[in-house]
């Protein structure tokens, strides 16, 4: 399935890096989320974007900086990493319209901070 | 208290096997329920969604009580590729706060 891309699939970055995640969803959705992922805990809510407004920031340290500069796309900027944010970093979009609130994910990139 | 709670396994059955998972979730403004099956490093994939008169789709049947508040998942003869990880998920209403539990490991053995 293509309907939500994310790149890259994997990064190595040390803490002085600078990098940034992409997703672009091809669906037609309203909403765009990225979530974290570490071993053995559930999903965590970092961001949502809403028609380009961001809606929704849980409390996630200023190190990870979004973008939504369009209903397709979302960035997910890093700087500055602690080896702690190593973890899986999924993006979804979902159609929240008309009652259908399926939520479709990318396949993730795996960060890992030396 | 966790706002979704699963019970992590893993449970271990057969081939042909019937197996329930039980998902409880602690907010009654929670408006839409869903589950997610998640393969070791992959992205969580739906499963299905869980509506309040329950539904079934193939082998898989879900149900919903609210008066209890949890959600169930129901598979029935299970394949060797039904293992992996069921995520409950809980949508709170007005919101875009989807909440997922920790998940539920299967394997199913042959």
């Not at chain 1, 979530?35 to 999903?43: E, W």
């Amino acid at each position: 399935e293509t309907g939500v891309t994310q790149t890259p699939r994997h990064l190595v970055m040390g803490m002085t890096n600078k990098k940034s995640l992409k997703c672009e969803q091809h669906l037609g959705h309203n909403a765009m989320y990225w979530y974290k992922q570490s071993a053995k805990k559930p999903l965590e809510l970092m961001f949502v974007y809403s028609l380009e407004e961001r809606v929704e920031n849980n409390s996630v340290p200023s190190r990870f900086s979004p973008e939504c500069p369009n209903s397709s796309h979302l960035f997910l900027h890093l700087h500055t990493l602690q080896p702690e944010d190593s973890a899986l970093y999924l993006c979804a979009s979902s159609p929240q319209t008309g009652g259908d609130e399926k939520l479709f994910f990318g396949s993730g990139t795996q960060l890992s901070v030396l | 208290r966790k706002e979704v709670e699963q019970d992590p396994g893993p449970f271990n059955v057969p081939e042909g096997a019937t197996v329930a998972f039980n998902c409880t979730y602690s907010n009654s403004a929670s408006q839409s329920f869903f589950w997610y099956r998640q393969d070791c490093r992959k992205e969580p994939k739906l499963l299905m969604s869980v509506y309040s008169s329950g539904n079934e789709d193939g082998r898989f049947t879900a149900q919903l009580n609210r008066a209890s508040q949890y959600i169930s998942l129901l598979i029935r003869d299970s394949k060797l590729s039904d293992s992996a990880t069921y995520l409950c998920v809980v949508l709170y209403s007005g919101t875009y706060k989807y909440i997922f539990g920790t998940g539920t490991r299967l394997k199913v053995l042959a």
